[in-house]
């Protein structure tokens, strides 16, 4: 039953996601795409932060809202609470090497998918 509410909550993020993509900004600096994670970084604060404090939240609208709505919404919102985390845990040294690997890697990642494409074409 957990994915329809993932599933869901995907649906309605990925919604989100593109109605901002919409909005009408000419820039060269990607300011709907930093506007978007941070969007989705404080509302996954949110989400785990009344879902942790409070023990009356179901664990589906968690589902929903978390994996779904910010996962489609944005995965950035996902590696920031992550981050977020293991700096709140004192887990700092682990913090810095997942944030430094998370963007080191993605990028290298691009990287190779717009090599690979290139081998495609």
């Known amino acids: 039953m957990g994915f329809v509410f993932v599933a869901l909550g995907g649906a309605v993020g990925a919604m989100g996601r593109y109605a901002i ?58 590696f920031s609470l992550e981050a977020f985390t293991l700096f709140e845990n004192k887990a700092y040294l682990s913090g810095g090497i997942y944030m430094l690997l998370s963007v080191a890697c993605c990028l290298a990642g691009i990287l190779l998918g717009k090599k690979l494409s290139v081998l495609v074409r």
């Open 21 to 78: 993509s919409l909005l009408p900004v000419k820039t060269g600096f990607p300011i709907l795409t930093l506007m978007t994670n941070v969007i989705g970084a404080v509302l996954i604060g949110f989400i785990a932060g009344i879902a942790s404090d409070s023990g009356e939240v179901s664990p589906n609208t968690v589902l929903f809202w978390k994996t779904g709505v910010c996962g489609g919404f944005t995965t950035f919102s996902t």
